[in-house]
């Protein structure tokens, strides 16, 4: 069978389901299982693939068909300026949080070395894309999940950064190890409740431990800010990512907890997405 008929094939299955990118996603699982890119195939169409491969990625449609995302079926997700390995036990990095990497780095333009937190680093995006950035930075990790811990290692090694990151299983709670000169979070803060309007791809296949922010969506953030104004030194900068409707509550949280709101800003969508705010003396 050549590459067009078993895109054709596959672009049906998928549109039938009502997946909307079914093009894109046959393309791209095409690619990884003959290991060519999505060029080769626009431009090699007539090239036949053994019955081996069609098999493994009839297999890798029918479970696109069901929803489950492309990241966790090519194993890989692409984030900041580079690739990220990724399992269904971590949450898929997104777009918008590129956002909380792009204030980092403008914030500390002209610091070369600052020990800073990630709190429930996940796959380790922020966190290893920040280290990427910044070559005299060092990092401490904090998660939850055992499976985190094993993903965001494997992310640190390839993205060889390894030896200035430190990883720790824990809740924030537990944790009392060092002083940060800054603390990144982006934590759970999707409302229990609102778990189940969530699109089927997100619900049914990334762990509800990384989106559960509680009955009220903030449970996690709370924790998170009380912790931080133990953790962080005077002066020290906060930056939480948060959902879109949440700014007035998480705001009143940073000021009974002594940080100063420096600016909230807004992701793609013209949405409230991320709050930076400075530790200031009691």
Same mark, same amino acid.
């Given at each position: 069978?050549?590459?067009?008929?078993?895109?054709?094939?596959?672009?049906?299955?998928?549109?039938?389901?009502?997946?909307?990118?079914?093009?894109?996603?046959?393309?791209?699982?095409?690619?990884?299982?003959?290991?060519?890119?999505?060029?080769?195939?626009?431009?090699?169409?007539?090239?036949?693939?053994?019955?081996?491969?069609?098999?493994?990625?009839?297999?890798?449609?029918?479970?696109?068909?069901?929803?489950?995302?492309?990241?966790?079926?090519?194993?890989?997700?692409?984030?900041?300026?580079?690739?990220?390995?990724?399992?269904?036990?971590?949450?898929?990095?997104?777009?918008?949080?590129?956002?909380?990497?792009?204030?980092?780095?403008?914030?500390?333009?002209?610091?070369?070395?600052?020990?800073?937190?990630?709190?429930?680093? /996940?796959?380790?995006? %922020? +966190?290893?894309?920040?280290?990427?950035? =910044? *070559?005299?930075? !060092?990092?401490?990790? #904090? &998660?939850? $999940?055992?499976?985190?811990?094993?993903?965001?290692?494997?992310?640190?090694?390839?993205?060889?950064?390894?030896?200035?990151?430190?990883?720790?299983?824990?809740?924030?709670?537990?944790?009392?190890?060092?002083?940060?000169?800054?603390?990144?979070?982006?934590?759970?803060?999707?409302?229990?409740?609102?778990?189940?309007?969530?699109?089927?791809?997100?619900?049914?296949?990334?762990?509800?431990?990384?989106?559960?922010?509680?009955?009220?969506?903030?449970?996690?953030?709370?924790?998170?800010?009380?912790?931080?104004?133990?953790?962080?030194?005077? /002066?020290?900068?906060? %930056? +939480?990512?948060?959902?879109?409707?949440? =700014? *007035?509550?998480? !705001?009143?949280?940073? #000021? &009974?907890? $002594?940080?100063?709101?420096?600016?909230?800003?807004?992701?793609?969508?013209?949405?409230?997405?991320?709050?930076?705010?400075?530790?200031?003396?009691?």
């Amino acid at each position: 069978m050549n590459l067009e008929t078993a895109i054709n094939i596959a672009y049906q299955t998928l549109i039938k389901n009502n997946i909307k990118s079914a093009l894109l996603d046959s393309e791209i699982l095409l690619s990884e299982v003959i290991n060519e890119s999505r060029e080769f195939i626009i431009l090699n169409l007539n090239h036949n693939i053994s019955e081996k491969e069609y098999d493994f990625f009839q297999k890798l449609i029918q479970q696109r068909s069901k929803g489950k995302p492309i990241a966790y079926l090519t194993g890989k997700k692409s984030f900041w300026n580079y690739e990220f390995y990724i399992n269904d036990k971590v949450l898929i990095p997104r777009p918008d949080t590129e956002i909380v990497i792009e204030q980092i780095l403008k914030i500390y333009k002209k610091k070369d070395k600052i020990s800073f937190l990630d709190i429930g680093f /996940g796959s380790g995006c %922020i +966190l290893l894309s920040i280290l990427k950035e =910044k *070559k005299d930075f !060092k990092a401490t990790g #904090i &998660d939850i $999940s055992d499976d985190a811990l094993k993903v965001c290692e494997i992310n640190a090694y390839k993205l060889g950064v390894k030896n200035r990151v430190r990883l720790f299983k824990s809740d924030i709670d537990k944790f009392s190890k060092g002083k940060y000169d800054l603390i990144i979070s982006n934590p759970p803060y999707i409302k229990n409740l609102d778990l189940k309007y969530l699109e089927k791809d997100v619900i049914n296949f990334e762990p509800k431990l990384a989106l559960d922010g509680g009955l009220d969506g903030i449970s996690e953030i709370r924790k998170i800010i009380k912790k931080s104004s133990e953790l962080i030194k005077n /002066g020290g900068k906060l %930056i +939480l990512e948060i959902a879109y409707n949440q =700014k *007035k509550e998480v !705001k009143r949280l940073l #000021i &009974d907890n $002594s940080f100063y709101i420096n600016s909230v800003i807004k992701d793609f969508a013209n949405n409230d997405r991320c709050i930076i705010s400075t530790k200031i003396a009691k």
